[in-house]
């Protein structure tokens, strides 16, 4: 089993949709998560943060955390073209030395 | 202010030169990482610069050689590369690694090897 597993997509979603993008990691003691943007030829670019079980809402994004069910996922309200890019999970555990662990990560398509 | 910059932006060598990637950043952090990066894949940890010690070296050839100069700055030496080391290489901090390990990542910089 993969540490951090994410579908390798391309998820494509109409322009002005929810976008809904899932994570689910391997290591109960995951601490940290992370979810990146990364545009083609582009370093990561961070888009969200998130400690705590819950919901986490930063303009369009939210991140949502549920450690009992180890998933993370990213919510991208009022999808726009300019967010298709591809999505990075990343965990950090102390089972990985406090390491940023990644998913393969999630090619979105925002169709206009 | 997030900024972490690196240079060259692009950098093309022989098999047989001898180049260094540099990276820099004003945030205060005292954790400096190195990753490579392949088409289509995540980035992969090299080393990780906690307090300008080295803390993890992750098993990376000796033909990619790591140095902390100080607390803002991060170098990557570069000798007698494959051209299996073409890559984007990335270079990221964070204020430690542990506690606030949010981290940022620069530009990159685009290592071709001929």
């Known amino acids: 089993q993969k540490e951090v597993e994410q579908n390798s997509g391309p998820l494509s979603v109409p322009e002005g949709a929810i976008a809904s993008l899932n994570c689910t990691y391997s290591?109960?003691?995951?601490?940290?998560f992370f979810w990146y943007r990364q545009y083609s030829g582009k370093s990561p670019e961070l888009i969200m943060f998130i400690y705590s079980n819950g919901d986490k809402e930063d303009g369009r994004f939210t991140a949502q955390l549920n450690k009992a069910s180890q998933y993370v996922s990213l919510l991208i309200r009022d999808s726009q073209p300019s967010d298709s890019a591809t999505y990075l999970c990343a965990v950090t555990a102390m089972e990985y030395g406090n390491k940023l662990v990644f998913g393969a990560g999630t090619i979105l398509r925002v169709k206009s | 202010d997030t900024e972490v910059t690196q240079t060259p932006k692009h950098l093309v060598m022989g098999m047989t030169n001898k180049k260094s990637l540099k990276c820099e950043q004003h945030?205060?952090?005292?954790?400096m990482y190195w990753y490579k990066q392949k088409a289509k894949k995540p980035p992969e940890l090299m080393f990780v610069?906690?307090?300008?010690?080295?803390?993890i070296n992750e098993s990376v050839p000796s033909r990619f050689s790591p140095e902390c100069p100080n607390s803002s700055l991060l170098n990557l030496h570069l000798h007698a590369l494959q051209p299996e080391d073409s890559a984007l290489y990335l270079c990221?901090?964070?204020?430690?690694?542990?506690?606030?390990?949010?981290?940022?990542f620069g530009p990159g910089t685009r290592l071709l090897v001929l």
């Open positions: 290591d109960r003691g995951s601490q940290s």
């Open positions: 945030m205060g952090h005292r954790a």
């Open positions: 610069y906690s307090y300008e010690k080295l803390s």
């Open positions: 990221a901090s964070s204020q430690g690694v542990t506690g606030e390990v949010t981290q940022y």
